[in-house]
T-cell receptor, first 115, second 116 residues
Framework: DGGITQSPKYLFRKEGQNVTLSCEQNLNHDAMYWYRQDPGQGLRLIYYSQIVNDFQKGDIAEGYSVSREKKESFPLTVTSAQKNPTAFYLC??????????????FGSGTRLTVV | AQKVTQAQTEISVVEKEDVTLDCVYETRDTTYYLFWYKQPPSGELVFLIRRNSFDEQNEISGRYSWNFQKSTSSFNFTITASQVVDSAVYFCALSDRTGTASKLTFGTGTRLQVTL
């Protein structure tokens, strides 16, 4: 079945270390996204990518970096510059069919704890 | 700027009661999509519905129904005869298209607790 795979499910890192979260999709979707969720909050957009080798900042990009070398993959690196990295991270993908947004699908998330 | 407001932070009902979750949005776009997602305790986001701005027809799917009113910028969600399995956080979201991408702006969510 098609879907989005995020790994790992739980991640613990020491303060000051960079960490990379994996996101892979086999839905053949053009666009991919990273969202962050804090307790009791909605999701906020970190970065998104429309095509391979292209990505744009979302609302809270500071302290994060991404790459899109393959259509299927959109890894997120949480750098030491991110002041409060402990959060739940969700990857998503979507496409358009004509003018209709289609298949906005989320992965199961990675819960990052920085100690 | 886009904005989604879910004024109800938490709702508690007894099983079999009907419950309505409110969603009010702000956008300057004439074409947009509205979504509802369910987030159970496990954390994943489960897609419930997508509605485009040109379709104000109400929709019913089993025990779920949605009332989209462009005049009041609202997209409310009703669960009929609630069940314990409906307990979750529900998010309303508004899309903003950029090329092939559709960025979502989420509300802060409504936590629904259904008890026996």
């Amino acid at each position: 079945d098609g879907g989005i795979t995020q790994s790992p499910k739980y991640l613990f890192r020491k303060e000051g270390q960079n960490v990379t979260l994996s996101c892979e999709q086999n839905l053949n979707h053009d666009a991919m996204y990273w969202y962050r969720q804090d307790p009791g909050q909605g999701l906020r957009l970190i970065y998104y990518s429309q095509i391979v080798n292209d990505f744009q900042k979302g609302d809270i990009a500071e302290g994060y970096s991404v790459s899109r070398e393959k259509k299927e993959s959109f890894p997120l690196t949480v750098t030491s510059a991110q002041k409060n990295p402990t959060a739940f991270y969700l990857c998503a993908s979507s496409t358009y069919r004509g003018q209709v947004v289609y298949g906005y699908t989320f992965g199961s998330g990675t819960r990052l704890t920085v100690v | 700027a886009q904005k989604v407001t879910q004024a109800q932070t938490e709702i508690s009902v007894v099983e079999k009661e009907d419950v309505t979750l409110d969603c009010v949005y702000e956008t300057r776009d004439t074409t947009y999509y509205l979504f509802w997602y369910k987030q159970p305790p496990s954390g994943e986001l489960v897609f419930l519905i997508r509605r485009n701005s040109f379709d104000e027809q109400n929709e019913i799917s089993g025990r779920y129904s949605w009332n989209f009113q462009k005049s009041t910028s609202s997209f409310n969600f009703t669960i009929t005869a609630s069940q314990v399995v409906d307990s979750a956080v529900y998010f309303c979201a508004l899309s903003d298209r950029t090329g092939t991408a559709s960025k979502l702006t989420f509300g802060t969510g409504t936590r629904l607790q259904v008890t026996l």
